[in-house]
């Protein structure tokens, strides 16, 4: 008997056997990668092509009552990301440090618009859209910061802008270093820099979870 007898009757019942091999990251792993990143290489030119890849992963994801009231105004290096940038505020958590450090500062952004900004469903599809195009990013070798804290009046006049902008996201190739620190829900919860390194405190999956 041939020592794959048994292995050509599997095939012939049941089909042949295929190995798929795994291609890209995993979720856990973009997740690990996807932090809030304060400074970039700028020697690193994010393109236009580059921000329309990020921004759509927005035709595919879910949204309240399918309304898909979010729009977008991409921001590549030059005059306009200079505007952007004099108008949102980094680093709220660590105000001694002044982030981001000169010369590390992003230089391409998107702007996300709220066609109505009073629909509470919006909150939902912004937080879904924001994390999906950060780990998009991540996917694509970049980092992202989603910026909440910004002159929206000043955004909106600036860039013409139909719709009132409801945040920020900062894209380049990031140059910090991070470490996720588990903790019980008790512990403080703020980031901190430690030799230069960024510590990203997260409560612990045993506190996450109400028995």
């Known amino acids: 008997?041939?020592?794959?007898?048994?292995?050509?009757?599997?095939?012939?019942?049941?089909?042949?056997?295929?190995?798929?091999?795994?291609?890209?990251?995993?979720?856990?792993?973009?997740?690990?990668?996807?932090?809030?990143?304060?400074?970039?290489?700028?020697?690193?030119?994010?393109?236009?092509?580059e921000l329309q890849q990020i921004v759509a992963v927005n035709t595919k994801l879910g949204s309240g009552c399918n309304r898909q009231m979010l729009r977008f105004r991409l921001v590549t290096q030059g005059e306009e990301a200079d505007k952007v940038l004099s108008n949102i505020k980094m680093g709220a958590a660590l105000p001694e440090l002044h982030l981001p450090f000169p010369g590390t500062e992003p230089e391409a952004f998107i702007i996300v618009c709220s066609m109505n900004d009073d629909d509470k469903l919006v909150l939902i599809d912004l937080g879904m859209s924001l994390e999906a195009m950060s780990l998009?990013?991540?996917?694509?070798?970049?980092?992202?910061?989603?910026?909440?804290?910004?002159?929206?009046?000043?955004?909106?006049?600036?860039?013409?802008?139909?719709?009132?902008?409801?945040?920020?996201?900062?894209?380049?190739?990031?140059?910090?270093?991070?470490?996720?620190?588990?903790?019980?829900?008790?512990?403080?919860?703020?980031?901190?820099?430690?030799?230069?390194?960024?510590?990203?405190?997260?409560?612990?999956?045993?506190?996450?979870?109400?028995?």
């Open 1 to 49: 008997m041939a020592d794959n007898y048994l292995e050509k009757r599997y095939d012939e019942v049941f089909g042949k056997k295929t190995v798929t091999k795994r291609v890209g990251h995993t979720l856990d792993e973009l997740l690990t990668k996807n932090r809030s990143t304060r400074g970039y290489n700028k020697s690193y030119v994010v393109s236009r092509n």
């Open 136 to 211: 998009r990013a991540v996917e694509m070798g970049l980092n992202t910061l989603i910026v909440r804290a910004f002159n929206k009046v000043k955004l909106r006049e600036l860039f013409d802008l139909k719709y009132d902008p409801v945040a920020v996201l900062c894209v380049g190739k990031g140059i910090e270093k991070f470490e996720l620190q588990p903790i019980s829900e008790s512990e403080s919860h703020s980031y901190y820099r430690r030799n230069g390194l960024h510590v990203v405190p997260k409560v612990k999956l045993d506190d996450l979870i109400l028995n």
